[in-house]
């Protein structure tokens, strides 16, 4: 079987080929993105050097109940604990679940804050391209959902540092690992489209067909997935597919997954008749998914508790 599709966003079907590998994968790797090879280098380089400071240091930017943005080594994914350091950046939440929250950034570093804001702008372009993709694919004007991801859009950057870890989960594992721990547990993305930039280390894998398949990275590509959000939109055209990262015994590594995320008054539902779900609202799932990093929540919220007739 082909592995994870990947597609050129400069190719004359470009619109094509995001359809099928939306409808196919839910997962594909992007070329022909315009992020600029430097802006890439300067984000890996600059994580490098955070994730290297001690972690007393790290935690002077740790989030908190109160504050989501920041340095983190504790999250959940379905409640339970991941193999990995993380550290968010978003915008100043002043109305809405996350109200309060506003970036924080490390003094001993004074090019870190540059060379993030640099890459989350460039991503946020991609994100723009293919969300009039992925409209215009669904039978709706290229702009036709441009007004939820105004100056309201709740987008966020997130830096992901994998440690080395003594006995990981391997590849092969069921969804369920037997024994060791994953990077991250199997999920779906909450939001409309992930744009993520990895390095050479694999690690990402999708499932499809049952079987976990593993997206080898490929040279100059950036990873995009579809979240739950265009999951709805799409009314089950597109599915937002299962993921998770294994952790690794030898060698390090290092992601930077860009959220793409409306505002929290966005209100979605199928683009389609007859729906399959109703409507959602962005600021509520958000906030319950958010809540769930922290601690055991019980039963993660999901698209699938907003179906129609459950």
């Keep these: 079987m082909r592995g994870v599709p990947v597609v050129d966003l400069e190719s004359a079907d470009v ?3 995001v359809d099928a590998a939306c409808r196919d994968w839910g997962f594909f790797q992007l070329v022909g993105h315009g992020v600029d090879r430097e802006v890439r280098d300067d984000l890996l380089r600059q994580m490098h050097c955070f994730f290297g400071l001690p972690r007393e240091v790290k935690r002077g930017v740790e989030r908190s109940a109160t504050n989501v943005w920041g340095y983190y080594d504790r999250e959940l994914t379905k409640n339970q604990q991941d193999w990995k350091e993380i550290f968010d950046v978003g915008p100043v939440e002043r ?3 996350l109200a309060g929250s506003f970036p924080q950034w490390p003094e001993s570093l004074p090019e870190f804050r540059a060379a993030i804001l640099a890459f989350a702008e460039s991503a946020t372009r991609v994100a723009e391209r293919l969300l009039h993709l992925v409209a215009h694919n669904l039978g709706q004007s290229a702009e ?4 939820y991801f105004g100056e309201e859009q709740t987008s966020f950057l997130r830096l992901n540092h994998y440690p080395r870890c003594p006995k990981p989960a391997p590849g092969d594992s069921p969804t369920a690992p037997l024994a060791g721990p994953l990077g991250i547990h199997h999920h779906t993305d909450a939001g409309a489209l992930t744009v993520l930039l990895q390095d ?5 894998q999708v ?3 049952g079987r976990w398949h593993t997206v080898q990275p490929h040279e100059d590509a950036l990873v995009v997935n579809i979240g739950d959000i265009v999951q709805v939109w799409s009314n089950d055209r597109y599915r937002a597919p299962l993921h998770r990262v294994i952790a690794h015994a030898a060698q390090d590594r290092y992601s930077a997954p ?4 409306p505002s929290y008054a966005t209100n979605y539902a199928p683009l389609s008749s007859p729906p399959r779900y109703r409507s959602i609202n962005w600021g509520e799932f958000r906030a319950q998914r958010a809540a769930g990093d922290y601690a055991d929540q019980g039963t993660e919220i999901q698209i699938a ?6």
């Excluded at 036709?144 to 007004?147: I, N």
């Excluded at 050479?200 to 990402?204: D, F, K």
């Excluded at 860009?258 to 995320?261: G, Q």
């Excluded at 508790?305 to 459950?310: C, N, P, V």
């Design 95 to 97: 109305v809405g679940p």
């Design 15 to 17: 619109a094509a080929a």
């Design 207 to 209: 499932q499809r067909d």
């Design 305 to 310: 508790h907003f179906l129609l007739g459950r």
């Design 144 to 147: 036709r959902l441009d007004d």
């Design 200 to 204: 050479n280390q694999p690690g990402l």
């Design 258 to 261: 860009l959220f793409y995320n």
